[in-house]
Each structure stands twice: as C-alpha cells, then as structure tokens.
C-alpha cells in the first residue's frame, strides 16, 4: 500500500514508519525538512510539497498527524496561531489538495486529541460524549477535526484519532516528566485527583495500523487505554519504576501563574473511556499503566508492535 504521512518524523510517526517499512509498505512523508526523512523515517520518502505527488505516485491512504508541540510553551497569541496553523490549517491544504486529484485515497486518518472534550472532572467519557468545557485545546482539536471530515465530500473514509498522552521509551510526554523525578523532584500536580487517560506507543501503532485496515471504521476513536488513572496514581508509579521519590507536589496556583491558560493540560483531564475503538475489535497490548511503564522502562518498550 502506498501510504502518505504527515508529522512522520515526530514519535508517532517514526514508531509507524518504522512497523509499515516492516510489512511492506510505501511510505511517503510531507516535511518542512524532506531531507531528514530517510534518516528518522525507515524506508520513507520525503517530499516538501505534496504537488510533487503524481500518477502512480498517489497514496492509497494518508495519515495526517502533523502538528507542532501543543505543552512545550505557554499559549501566547504567537504560540497559538503556530499550534493552529500547524494543524487546522495544514489539514485545510491537505484535503483541498485531496479534493482536486482524479485518484483519491481510500482513507484519511487524522490525528486529533483527547483535549477535544475539555476538562471532563469526574464524568465518564466516551466518543458519544459532547465537549464537557471549551478551552484554546478543545477548540483547536475541534476545527482540527472539522477540517478533517471534509474530505468525507470527496468519498473518503475519514477516521478521526483522539489520542492520550503517549508513553515510549523514545520521547513525549515521559521525556519531560522523568527529569524532575529523576532529580527527585517530582509529585502530583494539584490536588492530583484529575484523571489522566494515556497509551502506550505500541497500541497508538497497533490502533492506527487497525484503522487502516478496517473499511468500516469511521469518525472518532479514542485513542487510550481502558483504564484511566488519576494523575496521583500515575505520578506513584512513574516514581516506582524510576526508583525515585514522588514528595514535591506541585500546587496548582503556582500552576496556572506560570501557564496560564495551558494549564488545563496538567490540572483538567478526562476520565475517557475508548468505547468504540474496542467496539471497532481492536485489542489493547497495555491495559494497565504499571506493566506499560515496566515494559517502557525495564523492557525499552518504544514502538515495537
């Protein structure tokens, strides 16, 4: 199959060009920098623009998961057009030119968030669920998608990804949280009682790799575990695998002084269920977060499905 990426040289995308390369597939990544594809991308092509795309070329599938950090720095007004620019407006471009080829892919699968939902307190959520609370994170995830459906105007499948924090050995969000705890500065945020919802790298592969084998999966998926945790309960087990200590809380004023509006992203959460992604026969290789962090940590579980 002939696949085109977008975001392909972050930690997703390199997890997923390095399974794909595996089966088979050819794997085509749009990036700002093609000439550092085929170093981070096993066995991908990169491109700068997708008019160099043509003929036999085309993708059969396409896979947008660009998107520049969304928690790397407070949202300023300059921040936010660059989280929005490089998602909502890419995927603009990126279906408008899907709209105009004779031959169209099969399917889009394009990345969202689970900060679609906005702080969900203790309410069970699932992808039924409307945006609890809005906030600069739910409206982007939220245009984000509506840019996506469009290519839905043109015949395409379009399966929508709302994805949890994802744990690997190989970056994200355990990269930023492993340096305080390691210095044995870590602890809850807050009160610690927001849910957290996460996925281990090999089912955010193992999951998108589902979705595009699956003619019959459309709209959103979530893409996390089953079982949630509160963010208490993940800071003691990141402390037990990492052998340090989790005693400097962090109080959720000097929080929100420092980030302002970001910090929904470590003070809100969700308690997210993925209801129609285990509904959609997708079977979860990390359900519990203790043995996901053990298979990161002691295993060096970074991709491998």
């Not at 359900?287 to 499905?305: K, M, P, S, T």
Request: aromatic share 6%; proline share 6%.
């Amino acid at each position: 199959m002939r696949i085109l990426l977008t975001g392909g040289t972050g930690l997703i995308g390199r997890a997923l060009c390095k399974d794909w390369h595996a089966q088979g597939h050819a794997l085509t990544v749009w990036s700002r920098r093609p000439q550092q594809v085929p170093a981070l991308c096993s066995g991908a092509r990169g491109i700068a623009s997708l008019e160099e795309l043509s003929g036999d070329e085309l993708p059969d599938a396409v896979v947008n998961l660009a998107g520049a950090p969304i928690a790397d720095r407070p949202w300023t007004a300059r921040r936010r057009k660059l989280l929005w620019d490089s998602r909502v407006t890419l995927t603009r471009t990126l279906v408008d030119w899907i709209g105009k080829q004779q031959k169209k892919p099969d399917v889009l699968i394009s990345g969202s968030a689970v900060g679609w939902y906005g702080d969900g307190g203790d309410r069970p959520l699932d992808e039924s669920s409307p945006q609890v609370k809005e906030d600069f994170g739910s409206r982007l995830c939220l245009a984000w998608e509506q840019e996506a459906g469009r290519a839905g105007e043109h015949g395409v499948r379009v399966a929508l990804l709302r994805t949890a924090p994802v744990l690997s050995s190989e970056g994200g969000m355990l990269a930023r949280l492993q340096r305080p705890f390691r210095l044995g500065l870590g602890g809850r945020l807050g009160n610690g009682r927001q849910w957290m919802p996460w996925i281990h790298i090999a089912d955010e592969v193992g999951l998108i790799d589902h979705l595009l084998r699956s003619p019959a999966c459309s709209g959103p998926f979530n893409a996390c575990a089953p079982q949630p945790v509160r963010n208490a309960d993940f800071t003691r087990e990141l402390a037990r695998v990492l052998r340090r200590p989790a005693i400097l809380p962090a109080p959720a004023w000097v929080l929100r002084m420092g980030l302002g509006e970001m910090s929904v992203l470590l003070l809100g959460g969700q308690r997210l269920a993925p209801r129609r992604t285990l509904e959609s026969g997708y079977v979860f290789r990390h359900e519990n977060l203790g043995r996901a962090l053990d298979d990161i940590y002691q295993h060096g579980g970074g991709g491998e499905v």
